[in-house]
């Protein structure tokens, strides 16, 4: 069980990873409704992490 769960943390984290370096690419490129969509989707992203991985924010 606690293999199933590092696996769920492991992808999040890969997926949240992927979020940020495309907000950050957005941002360079001066698109900026994107820049704060992404913002958005990451902050869903961290609280289903933590909960999910039980983490502190």
């Known amino acids: ?3 199933k769960k590092m696996l769920k943390c ?3 984290s890969e997926i949240t990873d992927a ?3 495309e907000a ?5 490129e001066g ?4 820049f ?8 869903l ?3 289903v992490e933590a909960r ?3 983490r502190e924010l």
């Open 1 to 3: 069980m606690a293999d």
């Open 10 to 12: 492991s992808k999040l």
């Open 19 to 21: 979020v940020t370096d």
């Open 24 to 28: 950050i690419k957005f941002y360079d």
């Open 31 to 34: 698109k900026l409704d994107r």
């Open 36 to 43: 704060w969509a992404a913002l958005d989707v990451l902050d």
């Open 45 to 47: 992203l961290l609280d």
């Open 52 to 54: 999910v991985c039980e």
